[in-house]
């Protein structure tokens, strides 16, 4: 069974950065395609940027420039740089593993940007 964890979260400035981690048990990182989604309050959740088991990324244009993600074969594991955060980037970000239509997500870390 695939289980995600997600880290990384956190209080940041407008401006600041932050790197949510996504590490994989139960399956490899490498062999589906991969991807972080965000839901603000009131809000569906949103895809942010993927990654497949090629390596070609995707990144939302609402972020394009400021985040980046990557995977770490050998953690078993996939990223997000978050670079230039704003208020509006504030919401709960999943990570999600795409070995089935329904997909095996994580728990979710809080991001919260203050202006």
């Known amino acids: 069974q695939v289980r995600l964890v997600e880290s990384g979260g956190g209080l940041v400035q407008t401006g600041g950065s932050l790197n949510l981690s996504c590490e994989v048990s139960g399956g490899i990182a490498s062999q589906y395609t991969m991807g972080w989604y965000r839901q603000a309050p009131g809000n569906q959740r949103v895809k942010v940027a993927t990654?497949?088991?090629?390596?070609?990324?995707y990144v939302a244009g609402s972020v394009a420039g400021r985040f980046t993600i990557n995977r770490d074969n050998a953690k078993n594991a996939i990223y997000l740089q978050m670079n230039s955060l704003k208020p509006g980037d504030t919401a709960v970000y999943y990570c999600?593993?795409?070995?089935?239509?329904?997909?095996?997500w994580g728990q979710g870390t809080q991001v919260t940007v203050s202006s």
């Open positions: 999600a593993f795409w070995d089935t239509l329904d997909g095996t």
């Open positions: 990654i497949t088991s090629g390596g070609t990324t």
